[in-house]
């Protein structure tokens, strides 16, 4: 199947300071990059659609300058939570289906692990 | 949005034990996926059902879409440790059906 690669796995930052994640698909181009968060032992909440070229769509009650998605390339999306605060600690995880569809399974990154102090 | 309720929250079986978790919603589904999330892991994508009263297997996993797609099950047979995670069901949504929408989760735990 497709692999989809994030990076960091894991990472702790001071309050206030910002944080860069990267998503990119190795062997597929993506048109279409989602973002969820998840919670310890809860379910994923999608954050927001990132769509190559265009503005990202987020979900309601997502604050977009707040977390600030780009989708330069066909392989790469990146989320950046800006000045962070503990209570965005979470587990951010970016998915990708394969191409333009908009159906069809979604292939899953490894996660990110944000821990902010 | 569309929401869909999954049951039960929690599993806890005796190895060997059939399991089955439940997904509902209140709007007919254009379709259903189901994952696989390993403790500490990523979600794995397992199947997706389309048709109304779908089913379909693998190995022993049984997958079904209800009549009305409203509602869709997973069973699994005579469970094994490595069956051990939690399972979500999702649902498409958006104007184009093109995001994907997550149930609450069934986290299943098995005694050896």
């Known amino acids: 199947g497709a692999v989809v690669s994030q990076h960091p796995s894991r990472v702790i930052c001071k309050s206030g300071t910002s944080v860069k994640i990267e998503c990119r698909s190795l062997?597929?181009?993506?048109?279409?990059m989602f973002w969820y968060r998840q919670f310890p032992k809860q379910s994923l909440m999608l954050m927001a659609t990132?769509?190559?070229?265009?503005?990202?769509?987020?979900e309601q009650g997502v604050e977009k300058d707040k977390f600030l998605i780009n989708h330069a390339s066909l392989t790469l999306s990146t989320l950046t939570v800006t000045s962070a605060h503990p209570e965005d600690s979470s587990f951010y995880i970016c998915s990708a289906r394969v191409g333009t569809s908009t159906t069809g399974e979604l292939f899953f990154g490894e996660g990110s692990r944000l821990t902010v102090l | 949005g569309q929401q869909v309720m999954q049951i039960p929250q929690y599993q806890h079986v005796q190895e060997g034990e059939d399991f089955t978790t439940y997904c509902n919603s209140s709007?007919?589904?254009?379709?259903i996926q189901w994952y696989k999330q390993r403790p500490g892991g990523h979600p794995v994508f397992l199947i997706q059902l389309v048709k109304s009263g779908e089913v379909k297997k693998q190995k022993r996993l049984t997958f079904q879409f209800g009549e009305a797609k409203k509602n869709s099950s997973l069973h699994i047979t005579a469970t094994q440790t490595t069956d051990v995670g939690t399972y979500f069901c999702?649902?498409?949504?958006?104007?184009?059906?093109?995001?994907?929408?997550f149930g609450s989760g069934t986290r299943l735990s098995i005694r050896p």
């Open positions: 999702a649902s498409a949504q958006g104007s184009s059906a093109s995001k994907i929408i």
């Open positions: 709007t007919t589904l254009s379709n």
């Open positions: 062997d597929f181009q993506a048109t279409t």
């Open positions: 990132s769509n190559e070229g265009s503005k990202a769509t987020y």
